[in-house]
């Protein structure tokens, strides 16, 4: 055993740090401030382009997502087939197998005052300060609570006896009024999540997703289980420290803000925040420098952009890009090459689009 690393957040970019850190060899400690996993809501989609740094646990895999079909002010635009390829996953299974199957200790309601450095648990209080001699190894992982950077509201309901919804499709509805997205999304066996997420407030994409519900009838009949609500970091990265320990997670910006996608980008930046620690590198250097990390600058800069356009503008914008070019800069992906074979055949487009994503 090479000595302990604690972990602050049992979210995504926890996981990520705590698994690295036992398989490393270290005794890895996970506090999590609520009695259960996965907590704040989300569509639970992982997709699958090759940079997660751990395999997924095929038993914590509620659906296997081989299509997508994006929309835009009700207007078809394209389908994704054989294009993409991702998973569905029981979110609070997947944590804990990432933190305990490597033999990490979980603790729940575990609470952190970032004032004192103390995390107090039911059984025990525990003093964490990083950096410097005898001071100890491990990272904050607290969630969107701990971000400085600018969030938006995401809403959706938990809904079952919902027929015609495929259940290895991802349904993805542009509305370029409220610079967001409203979304279908299978969500374990007999249940669909109905959400929306934009830069309005809470009622008003409340309204928005109940009439979203009303136009299509295929919800008609559908028994609403629950309504749940939850911010989003989409201020781009926030790097820093929180008395010592590295931020990570969706505490550092690991969001990709065009899409809100954040389980991918945080384990990777828990997993990369780990590896540093334990090799003595500059934690917010190696963060820094991933190809996530990348990915979240660009979309961020991409953000900025078309928020400074009318709705109108963001719909041309959206309808003129190949699917292509849509998959590349949704998935955080960017490989240049293909962007640029995408759009071989329309100059304007390219140079439009080049235009945003310097």
């Known amino acids: 055993m090479k000595g302990e690393f604690y972990v602050i957040g049992a979210g995504p970019g926890g996981a990520g740090a705590a698994w690295r850190a036992s398989r490393e060899g270290f005794r890895v400690v996970v506090f999590e401030a609520s009695s259960k996993l996965a907590s704040k809501p989300c569509g639970k989609g992982v997709p699958l382009v090759g940079d997660l740094p751990m395999r997924i646990p095929r038993d914590v895999v509620y659906h296997r997502i081989r299509r997508a079909v994006m929309y835009v002010n009700g207007r078809l635009l394209f389908e994704y087939e054989r294009m993409f390829d991702g998973y569905i996953v029981d979110k609070a299974a997947m944590l804990e197998a990432l933190i305990v199957e490597n033999g990490g200790e979980l603790v729940t309601r575990a609470k952190y005052k970032p004032g004192s450095g103390v995390v107090t648990s039911p059984t025990s209080s525990v003093e964490l300060r990083g950096r410097g001699p005898g001071q100890v190894k491990g990272v904050f992982a607290g969630g969107h609570a701990y971000y400085s950077g600018e969030k938006i509201m995401a809403i959706q309901y938990i809904a079952s006896s919902v027929k ?133 600058r660009i979309q961020r800069s991409i953000l900025e952009k078309v928020k400074a356009m009318d709705p109108r503008e963001r719909e041309k914008l959206l309808s003129m890009l190949p699917r292509e070019a849509h998959a590349e800069i949704a998935l955080g992906t960017l490989n240049m090459n293909r962007i640029a074979r995408s759009l071989v055949d329309k100059p304007q487009v390219a140079v439009r689009l080049l235009s945003i994503l310097r």
């Open 164 to 296: 015609e919804v495929d259940e290895e499709t991802l349904e993805i509805y542009f509305d370029t009024q409220i610079l967001g997205y409203y979304y279908v999304f299978p969500a374990g066996p007999g249940k669909v999540e109905i959400g929306v997420g934009g830069f309005p407030g809470f009622q008003s994409l409340k309204r928005g997703l109940d009439h979203f519900m009303k136009r299509d009838p295929r919800f008609r009949q559908a028994r609403v289980e629950k309504l749940e609500g939850a911010r989003i970091a989409v201020g781009g990265l926030r790097l820093g420290h929180i008395n010592g320990l590295p931020l990570v997670g969706e505490a550092a910006g690991f969001v990709l803000p065009l899409t809100g996608e954040g389980i991918r980008p945080s384990i990777i930046s828990g997993y990369e925040a780990a590896g540093a620690i334990i090799e003595g590198a500059d934690v917010l250097e190696r963060l820094n420098s991933t190809r996530i990390s990348r990915a979240v």
